[in-house]
């Protein structure tokens, strides 16, 4: 079964450092986001990415966020001065198109010491 | 505004039981999808069952059935005859209206007992 997949599966990172997150979508989706998930909350959105541009994003998603899709498969997320708030674990999802299913992938964990 | 309940923080059921994980849901969009995913203690997030707001069945998929009570605004999952891998964080999520963002609950802690 086709799946979405997460790189790396968990990062520690210095306070100030950039990340990037990269995730592989199944290849036949055209949409695409971003959720985290801090330790022990619910699920927050983060950004939504449909024809090669941002079409919703949430209040979290400032300045310090980007989202790209460099090629035809990878996307990524790109956080440039972290923060040690911005631990928590992040998801890539994808899906075919509105109605579907969104299929989320394992997960990044991201640690800022 | 839109918004997804789950008021049981946690849940118990004897192995080969039924259990039923709540949730309700606040939206004033006629158009709304709700789905159900389940979090193992992994860490990864699985698509469990979909239920549109215009489908007149309830959803079912193998073991999990959603009952959906549309006046009610409810989407209760039905997890029949639970098995020990069952034990998991349960979440419920709404899509509506014109976007494309999924929002959560706060989760269901189900622990499933032998």
């Known amino acids: 079964e086709p799946e979405v997949t997460q790189t790396p599966s968990h990062q520690v990172t210095q306070m100030g450092q950039e990340v990037i997150l990269r995730c592989v979508p199944i290849?036949?989706?055209?949409?695409f986001y971003w959720y985290r998930q801090i330790l022990g909350q619910k699920v927050e959105f983060l950004v939504s990415?449909?024809?090669?541009?941002?079409?919703?994003k949430s209040e979290i998603f400032d300045d310090q966020f980007s989202v790209e899709r460099p090629d035809g498969s990878n996307f990524t997320l790109k956080i440039r001065s972290t923060k040690l708030e911005d631990s928590a674990m992040y998801f890539c999802?994808?899906?075919?198109?509105?109605?579907?299913?969104?299929?989320f992938g394992s997960g990044t964990r991201l640690t800022v010491v | 505004a839109q918004k997804i309940t789950q008021t049981q923080p946690g849940m118990f059921v004897q192995e080969k039981e039924a259990v039923t994980l709540d949730c309700t849901y606040d939206?004033?969009?006629?158009?709304?999808?709700l789905f159900w995913y389940k979090q193992p203690s992994s860490g990864e997030m699985i698509f469990l069952i979909y239920?549109?707001?215009?489908?007149?069945q309830n959803a079912t998929e193998g073991r999990y059935s959603l009952n959906f009570q549309k006046a009610r605004k409810s989407a209760n999952l039905v997890i029949s005859a639970s098995q020990l891998g069952d034990s998991a964080m349960y979440f419920c999520?709404?899509?509506?209206?014109?976007?494309?963002?999924?929002?959560f609950g706060t989760g269901t802690l189900l622990a499933v007992q032998p």
């Open positions: 990415f449909y024809n090669n541009e941002i079409s919703e």
């Open positions: 290849s036949n989706h055209l949409y």
């Open positions: 939206t004033s969009d006629q158009s709304y999808g």
């Open positions: 999802a994808s899906r075919e198109r509105p109605n579907y299913g969104y299929t």
């Open positions: 999520a709404m899509r509506a209206g014109a976007t494309n963002k999924l929002i």
């Open positions: 239920q549109g707001s215009y489908d007149e």
